[in-house]
C-alpha cells in the first residue's frame, strides 16, 4: 500500500533527506504564514493607523491562549500518530484521528463560549487602555467566533504531517496565507471594514482550508482516513493525547501569561506606543523563528516513528541535524536584525516615534537570538520522545524563571529599556540550561543501552 509506505520511508530513508522532505514544506509553510502576518500588521498599520497596532498587539496573549488548547490537542495527537505508525499499530492511529476531531471540536467550542462572554475583562487584564481596547474588541469577537475552525485546522495540518503527507500540510497552509492575504487587501484597503476586516479575512480562508483537509482525509485510499466508528473519545487514547499535548499546551499558555505581563510593562514604562513597539518587535523575531518552528516540526513525524521503532541512532542523527539548521537560520535572522532594525520596523508603520521605538526594540530584543533555535529544537525533541516533564521544564524555566522576574527587575534600573533587555538575558540563561540536560539526558540513555525510554 503506498500509503503504508510512506509512513515506512520514515524508518528507512536518509535522514538528512527526510528532514528535507519533511521540514522545507514546514518551513515554507511557516514562513508564509509569518509574511502573512506581516502583511496583515502593515495593512493595519498603514490604512486603520498606529493605535490599531498597539490593539493588536493586545490581542496576542489571547491568540497564544487560543493556540494553546489547540496544541494540547493537535500536537499531542499527531506525536501519538507517529508513535504509533512506527508501531505499526495502525488501527490505533485511525482511532486518535477520530478523536482528534472530536476534541477539536469540544475544546474550540468551550473556549470561544467562555471567551465572549468575558471578552472585554479578559482585554484589559491583557492591558487594553481606552484607546485600544476598541480595536482589540473588534478583532477578537470575529476571531473568537470562528475558533473551532482554527483548531480543527491546525489540528489536522498536524495530523497530515504525521501521516506523512508534509506537502499536503504545506499547501494548505500557503492556501491559507495567499487566500488571507487577498482577503485582507480586499476588506481592509478597499472597503475599509477596519480590523474586523483582517479578522474575517482570517477565518474566512482557514474554513476554506479545512474543507480541503477533510476532503483529503475522507479518502478511504489513505492510510488515515475519516470514517465512522473512531470519533467516541476513548479514555486511553485521551490520555496520551493530553500527557504530550500537556508540553506544548503550557509552552503557549505560559506565553500567554509573559505578553500579558510584557504588554501591562510597556504600557507602564512607554505607554500604548511601546505596545505598538513591541508588537513590531514580535512580528520580526516570528518571521525568523516560523523557520526554525518549520525544523521542529518536520523532524517530529521522524523522531516519533524511529524512537517507537527503536532505531536511536536515526533519531539522534535528526535531532543534531535539527539543531545546526535551526541555529544557522536564526544566526542569520540575528544579523539582518543587528544591520536592518529601521528598515523592518518602517515595514509596519511611518509614524516617526512608532518607527524609532520598534528599530530601538529590535536590536534590544534580538541581542542573542542565534541561541534560540537550539534551545526550541531540544525542547521539542523531549516532547517527541515522551519525556513531558523536560519539555516542560526547559519551556517554563525559560519564560517564567527567568523572563518573568527579570522583566519586573531591570526597569527598575534601566526603565523601558530594561523590559526589552530582559527578554535577551533570559534566551540566554535557557540555552546556558538546556545544552546541559540535553548531553547528561543522552549519556544517560547510551549507558543502559537505549533502554530507559520505554
Known amino acids: 500500500m503506498d500509503n503504508k509506505q510512506k509512513a515506512l520511508e520514515l524508518g528507512q530513508k536518509p535522514v538528512g533527506q527526510l528532514l528535507w522532505q519533511y521540514a522545507l514544506p514546514a518551513m515554507v509553510a511557516m514562513v508564509a504564514s509569518s509574511l502573512y502576518n506581516i502583511i496583515d500588521r502593515s495593512v493595519i498599520g498603514q490604512v486603520v493607523g498606529p493605535e490599531a497596532i498597539a490593539g493588536l498587539g493586545i490581542t496576542f496573549p489571547f491568540m497564544n491562549l487560543s493556540a494553546a488548547f489547540g496544541a494540547a490537542v493537535g500536537v499531542g495527537a499527531s506525536t501519538c500518530i507517529s508513535v504509533k505508525l512506527g508501531q505499526r499499530d495502525y488501527a490505533t492511529a485511525q482511532h486518535l484521528l477520530g478523536n482528534t476531531v472530536t476534541l477539536n471540536t469540544i475544546v474550540g467550542f468551550l473556549f470561544m463560549a467562555v471567551s465572549l462572554i468575558f471578552l472585554d475583562p479578559i482585554l484589559r487584564f491583557f492591558g487594553a487602555s ?18 473551532m475552525v482554527t483548531h480543527m485546522y491546525f489540528g489536522m495540518n498536524a495530523v497530515l504531517r504525521a501521516a506523512g503527507k508534509p506537502r499536503h500540510a ?3 497552509t500557503l492556501f491559507t496565507v495567499g487566500c488571507n492575504i487577498v482577503l485582507v487587501m480586499a476588506f481592509v484597503w ?14 474566512l480562508s482557514q474554513s476554506l482550508a479545512l474543507c480541503w483537509q477533510m476532503w483529503i482525509l475522507s479518502d478511504k485510499r489513505e492510510l488515515l482516513h475519516l470514517k465512522r466508528g473512531i470519533y467516541r473519545l476513548k479514555a486511553d487514547l485521551v490520555r496520551n493525547i493530553i500527557a504530550i499535548g500537556v508540553s506544548p499546551f503550557l509552552m503557549q499558555s505560559t506565553s500567554c501569561v509573559i505578553v500579558i505581563f510584557m504588554n501591562n510593562q510597556f504600557v507602564r514604562y512607554g505607554g500604548d506606543m511601546a505596545v505598538g513597539a513591541y508588537s513590531i518587535a514580535n ?9 526554525v518552528m518549520g525544523v521542529t516540526q518536520g523532524m517530529q513525524p521522524i523522531v516519533g516513528y524511529n524512537y517507537g521503532a527503536q532505531k ?3 533519531m539522534m542523527r535528526c535531532l543534531w541535524l535539527s539543531i545546526a539548521v535551526a541555529t544557522s537560520i536564526l544566526l542569520c535572522g540575528w544579523a539582518l536584525s ?10 509596519f508603520t511611518t509614524d516617526p516615534v512608532l518607527l524609532e521605538m520598534a528599530a530601538h526594540g529590535i536590536v534590544l530584543d534580538m541581542l542573542v537570538f542565534f541561541v534560540v533555535g537550539s534551545q526550541a529544537v531540544i525542547t521539542n525533541f523531549f516532547q517527541c520522545i515522551g519525556k513531558v516533564k523536560i519539555s516542560i521544564f526547559l519551556s517554563l524555566a525559560r519564560q517564567l524563571i527567568f523572563l518573568l522576574p527579570m522583566a519586573y527587575i531591570f526597569p527598575l534600573f534601566w526603565d523601558l529599556d530594561g523590559v526589552w533587555y530582559a527578554m535577551p538575558a533570559s534566551d540566554f540563561i535557557a540555552f546556558s540550561f538546556t545544552i546541559p540536560i540535553l548531553i547528561w539526558h543522552i549519556r544517560k540513555f547510551k549507558s543502559y543501552g537505549q533502554k530507559d525510554n520505554h
Open 130 to 147: 481606552d484607546v485600544t481596547l476598541p480595536y482589540a474588541r473588534e478583532f477578537m469577537q470575529v476571531i473568537l467566533l470562528g475558533n
Open 170 to 172: 504545506m499547501y494548505a
Open 190 to 203: 478597499w472597503f475599509r471594514w477596519g480590523i474586523r476586516g483582517a479578522a474575517f479575512a482570517t477565518v
Open 283 to 291: 512580528s520580526m523575531v516570528m518571521v525568523f523563528f516560523m523557520f
Open 312 to 314: 536511536y541512532d536515526r
Open 338 to 347: 543587528m544591520l536592518f532594525p529601521r528598515e523592518m520596523a518602517r515595514i
